[in-house]
């Protein structure tokens, strides 16, 4: 029941930004999600904590996320907003995590050490819309 209804609030949610008049593609999954800072200690070497993996500068205004590879391949593909259970605002995917990670998000909370290990980790629904032109290579790699 409680996936069901985060699906159709993110669906309605989403809905609500799509001047199109068909609907986006959806696609919900669970991952294991944790947070990270921009601390140099926890980003890419040389970056000061701010740059990430697909060069973007992180704002701590715009709430950010970086992703596993694999999810890359389930159509997460950077500028995707991701719709993360428990928040109200979705979250951009500007950055990507080291390939040993799989199936996972990591949150970017600034520079809140605290905040980012009070989070921990944790398994949570997401859901996302597909790029149209992406969504032929999901359905065909599937």
């Known amino acids: 029941m409680k996936n069901t209804t985060l699906k159709l609030t993110i669906a309605a949610f989403a809905f609500a930004f799509i001047s199109c ?3 986006p593609e959806m696609k919900c999954m669970e991952v294991k999600a944790s ?4 601390l140099s200690n926890q980003t890419r070497v040389g970056t000061d904590g701010k740059i990430t993996a697909w060069g973007d500068t992180l704002n701590p205004d715009i709430p950010s996320v970086a992703i ?3 999810l ?3 159509g997460m593909v950077h500028g995707t907003m991701l719709y993360i259970e428990g928040f109200s ?3 951009k995917v500007n ?3 080291n390939k040993r990670f799989n199936n996972k998000i990591d949150l970017h909370l600034g520079t809140d050490l605290k ?3 009070e989070f921990g980790n944790q398994k949570l629904n997401i859901c996302f819309e597909v790029p149209e032109d992406n969504l032929k290579n ?3 790699s599937n």
């Open 35 to 38: 947070a990270y800072n921009s």
């Open 138 to 140: 999901v359905t065909a």
């Open 21 to 23: 008049g068909s609907d």
């Open 68 to 70: 596993s590879r694999d």
């Open 95 to 97: 950055d990507k995590m």
């Open 115 to 117: 905040a980012a290990r």
């Open 89 to 91: 605002e979705p979250f």
């Open 72 to 74: 890359i391949d389930s």
